[in-house]
């Protein structure tokens, strides 16, 4: 096996241990995968705790989800996964978690409103919430491809989240911020009162992100 599929094992391992560690999933919640080459995407399988996946267990598909290495089957969101490195050629990695702040704002019926910390603004930009769909369908990956064709960030209503970058630690770090501003917004509405950033302070923060 390539050196490069030796890491990028390691490093799904790694970061599906820490949306473990940071309470992102829960029993065997979420997927992750890397795109590593057009026709090589290595993705977490199905139905295994990500607090205790180990690289061999680690399945590598083509864009006709075809296994291609590794043994078992790939997450039954492989369809989104795919439908998402489709429509963006430029990503490197998808991550879908179950944050539960962020989901149980959608489940109250908030959308997630970014313009209250800087470092949401710059990092994630607007955060479509998908309408319901049910799981693991064509339609649920069509709906989750739709909306993040123009975002980075995403949440799924009633169900959780989905973030892309261009390496895996960027699609983490936006996972971590979605789950962080949720519970910023989540303080502040039990407080009281929800103070937006002004239209020009977020007008200043868009421009640093598309720096
Ligand atoms: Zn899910």
């Known amino acids: 096996m390539a050196s490069q599929d030796v890491a ?19 029993g065997t919640e979420g997927n992750v995968s890397v795109r590593v080459a057009p026709e090589r995407v290595w993705m977490t399988p199905a139905a295994c705790h990500k607090g205790l996946l180990v690289p061999e267990a680690l399945v590598c598909v083509d864009m006709d989800g075809q296994v291609c290495a590794g ?41 997630l409103e970014v313009a209250l910390l800087p470092e949401a603004v710059v990092l994630l930009g607007e955060v479509p919430t998908v309408p319901y769909q049910t799981p693991t369908t064509p339609a649920f990956a069509e709906a989750v491809g739709a909306a993040l064709q123009r975002a980075d960030a995403a949440l799924l209503e009633n169900h959780g989240s ?22 910023v917004l989540y303080l502040a509405k039990s407080l009281g009162r929800v103070q937006l950033l002004p239209p020009a302070a977020v007008a200043s923060l868009r421009a640093l992100r598309q720096e």
């Open 162 to 183: 989905v973030t892309v970058g261009l390496s895996l630690q960027e699609a983490f770090n936006r996972m971590e911020t979605v789950e962080r501003v949720a519970y």
């Open 8 to 26: 990028v094992r390691e490093e799904i391992v790694a970061v599906c241990r820490r949306l473990y560690e940071r309470g992102l999933i829960a």
């Open 71 to 111: 043994q078992g089957r790939p997450s039954s969101e492989l369809p989104m996964h795919l439908a998402l490195y489709r429509r963006r050629p430029e990503i490197r990695a998808v991550i879908h978690a179950h944050p539960p702040v962020a989901t149980a704002l959608t489940v109250a019926g908030y959308r």
